[in-house]
């Protein structure tokens, strides 16, 4: 019985894609990219799921699913969760990060613009395999203050996506905790929060360069998904 206890804290966080269980997004918490995707900014987070199966590692590509003709790039910094809480106080919460990666949120624009006019929930425009593109894993103390980090990405050498985190409507600290009082989150947990604006669309063989400016890059290449 022991060992079942202590079997996460022996698994690797960095590979937390092979064995992290819950990916939670965050949505609407730049204020620029609300603007742009001609959204209002809300008093609460908006909360969205992504299965284990969306995560993509450096070296796998990027899968446009077979349904989506409007495949949009959306960097984001992702927390990982370094042990198990629930209703987190906001004052403990960065005590509950083990580190840190940077992630895209890929989504079916037009699916998910079909799914906001129906009322229907975006699973088909964000929960597809390979949907989260991450980074190498980068530990908590190469980070000392998440909060001013810039973001970038670039799709065939073009800049993209420029953001600071300094920017977010929600902090880390809250975003834990308002997350951690809907959701149980566990050692391995990643929380994607939210993408600045300059979101937009890429094509099959495009490739992706995203980065945390002296810190951590990464690249992609979109393929088309057979199914």
Partial sequence: MTQGCTMA????LSRFWEWGKNIVCVGRNYADHVKEMRSTVLSEPVLFLKPSTAYAPEGSPVLMPAYCRNLHHE???????????????????????????????????DVQEECKKKGLPWTLAKSFTSSCPVSAFVPKEKIPDPHALR???????????????????????????????????????????????????????????????????MRFKVERSEY
Avoid: H
Wanted: hydrophobic content about 40%; charged content about 25%.
């Fill in 9 to 12: 804290s022996t698994k690797p």
């Fill in 75 to 109: 960097v984001e910094l992702g927390v990982l969760l370094g042990k198990r809480g629930e209703a987190i106080p906001e004052a403990a919460a960065m005590d509950y990060v083990a580190g840190y990666a940077l992630c895209l949120d890929m989504t079916a624009r």
């Fill in 151 to 217: 973001l970038w990405l670039k799709v065939n050498g073009e800049l993209r996506q420029e953001g600071k985190t300094s920017s977010m409507i929600f902090s880390i600290p809250y975003i834990i905790s308002y997350v951690s009082k809907i959701i149980t989150l566990e050692e391995g947990d990643l929380i994607l929060t939210g993408t600045p604006k300059g979101v937009g669309p890429v094509k099959e063989n495009d490739e992706i360069e995203a980065g945390i400016d002296g810190v951590v890059s």
